[in-house]
């Protein structure tokens, strides 16, 4: 099971910081993904992690503004933005995966085992 927060309402530059607590996890090759979803869109990879070796990957459009990581002893990610934008806008969903997915699979949402329920961010210009 996994609980999103975080999410509100930032001006354009501002910053905000998501987080997704999971429960019920057992075992550590998993990994942990950020999805964002706007109004009329597709749902589209942001970050991934891979929960045991800490490796990450990003979405062109977040690299060098947006941080993943994880507390292992709160079973806890992170979604650190920073330098937000109009464009960054949308539902954001924590994903998790009980298999340590690999770089061609990790961008697709179906990849994914299990999925919080979605935490709003806005950016206003």
């Known amino acids: 099971q996994l609980q999103a927060s975080g999410g509100g309402l930032v001006q354009a530059g501002g910053s905000l910081r998501l987080s997704c607590a999971a429960s019920?996890?057992?075992?550590?090759?998993?990994?942990m993904g950020w999805f964002r979803q706007a109004s009329g869109n597709e749902r589209e990879f942001v970050a991934a992690?891979?929960?045991?070796?800490?490796?990450?990957h990003y979405s062109d459009s977040v690299k060098g503004r947006f941080t993943i990581s994880r507390d292992k002893a709160k079973n806890t990610a992170y979604l650190q933005m920073n330098n937000l934008k109009a464009e960054d806008t949308g539902v954001y969903y924590c994903?998790?995966?009980?298999?340590?997915?690999?770089?061609?699979?990790?961008?697709?949402?179906?990849?994914?085992?299990?999925w919080g329920q979605g935490t709003q961010v806005t950016v206003s210009s």
């Open positions: 994903a998790l995966s009980e298999r340590h997915l690999i770089v061609s699979v990790l961008r697709i949402p179906r990849s994914y085992d299990s």
């Open positions: 019920g996890i057992t075992g550590s090759s998993y990994t």
């Open positions: 992690m891979r929960w045991y070796s800490g490796s990450t």
